[in-house]
């Protein structure tokens, strides 16, 4: 049997009570880190582009002001969809999956697997579950202690079954799954639009920036090469022109076009792959775990594109598979 039941045993703890709440917290605030990361670049990219571009290197105030509200309304979306994917409730899995005291005793008492899986046969029978393991057994969770409803898995992050579940993504630091998927798939695409935002309108003072560099560079490259010293080279650009440019701030609108470009080309491809999964009524699980269909061929659940798409996108939506 694929998941196989097996007895609860009582350990003795290896450290004091005190010792474990103390590693639980510091494991908390661990899974924050990513979470903390993206905020930290988000900050750092408003004060890139609001003050040192829009501010200080754009002079045309039309241009400042068409600049500064695209960027907010796609910051503003950004942000909230991040927040929505982030803080949504992810709600356990419901009651009538979890076996009552009556069928787990039973469960438990079994000596061989063939006498589980009845067990467990006979109580799913009445569940809407057509999804079984490659061996024919039904889906079951020996440590939240119920059958697995179509497409739910445990999350050992999570500790707990969830809904539908994609992955756990630890730039959310949460389960992408039924209750979120929506707004998980807002946030790839404002992210996306957020960075090729940054990315076309830096791209001309980059530019501009470059050239600038270059001239400045070949200008005294063969005076500087005579006199042979490094440190010698490195003053005369801290001092010329290029010096005074860089000076001004011109080193955070460079950094934010490759920053922008860095997230660009793997928030695309992620979103993507993403976009085909929904089309297709997939998940991320679904690509590697296998499964066998009871009463219907495998492949495709919901033959209808637009049905994945607004299935996949809208939480009104019942939890079908």
Known sequence: MASSVQNNRVSSPGYC?????????????????????????????????????????????VQQCIYLVLYHILLIMFAWSYWRTIFAEIKPIPETFKLPETELEKLLSAETEDVQRSILDNYAKDLPIVTRTMSGSVRYCNRCVLIKPDRAHHCSICARCVLK????????????????????????????LYCMFIMATCLPY???????????????????IEKGSVSKICMEMINGEFGAAASA??????????????????????????????????????MLVSYRRLGSPTGQIINSMLKNLVYGNCSHYKNRT
């Open 17 to 61: 009570v005190c010792c474990r709440t103390c590693n639980m917290w510091c494991w908390r605030a661990f899974k924050w880190l990513p979470v903390l990361l993206i905020v930290s670049i988000i900050t750092w990219s408003y004060y890139a582009y609001v003050i040192q571009l829009c501010i200080f290197t754009i002079e045309s105030t």
């Open 165 to 192: 579940m994609d992955h756990h993504c630890p730039w959310v630091n949460n389960c992408v799954c039924f209750f979120n998927y929506k707004f998980f798939m807002l946030f790839l695409g404002y992210a996306l």
């Open 206 to 224: 980059f530019i501009k920036f470059w050239k600038m560099y270059q001239e400045y560079k070949y200008a005294h490259c063969d005076r500087l």
């Open 249 to 286: 701030g011109r080193y955070h609108i460079v950094f934010a076009f490759f920053v922008a470009l860095m997230f660009a080309i793997s928030l695309g491809s992620l979103f993507g792959y993403h976009c085909y999964l929904v089309i297709n009524n997939r998940t991320t699980l679904d």
